[in-house]
């Protein structure tokens, strides 16, 4: 498999709208609501995926990796950032995580079929399709969310 599909995959959008899209269409004022009954707002779904991508890489790349406690660490207390700015950070976070998975990706030195750094078993091929298959999943629940807000 090319490594650069691979990564059209990763960005999104191949069949269904792009992370990038849906987070500019919500409404910054609503992203803490939980409507009809549901156990998380926008916000939430959102800082889960961008924690588990971060925790991914780590474990693909990092020395000192430790596994987080499921699902505490991976989901905020909160419904909704405090700030504007806290957003914003979130977002260009989830951006710059998921380019240097990208680019490691991308580096031919790093072998798609070889255990990543802290696993025996699971290959980066592995890996990288674990976030593909996360992500999309919980855009789904993103654009479900911005049309129940109204914002789509």
């Given at each position: ?51 588990a991508q971060k925790d991914i890489l780590d ?94």
């Open positions: 498999m090319e490594r650069a599909q691979l990564i059209k995959h990763l960005m999104g959008g191949e069949a269904f709208m792009p992370i990038d899209k849906v987070l500019e269409e919500v409404s910054f004022d609503r992203i803490g609501e939980r409507i009809h009954g549901l156990p998380y707002s926008f916000y939430e779904v959102f800082y889960h995926i961008t924690y474990y693909i790349i990092s020395d000192n990796y430790t596994a987080q406690k499921w699902p505490e660490a991976y989901w905020d207390d909160k419904k909704a950032p405090e700030t504007e700015n806290e957003w914003e950070q979130l977002k260009s976070r989830f951006f710059k995580e998921r380019q240097d998975l990208a680019d490691y990706i991308l580096d031919e030195n790093n072998d798609l079929q070889k255990p990543v750094k802290n696993s025996k078993d699971h290959t980066l091929l592995w890996e990288l399709l674990l976030v593909i298959e996360h992500n999309a999943y919980h855009t789904g629940q993103l654009i479900v969310l911005l049309r129940l807000l109204g914002d789509h």
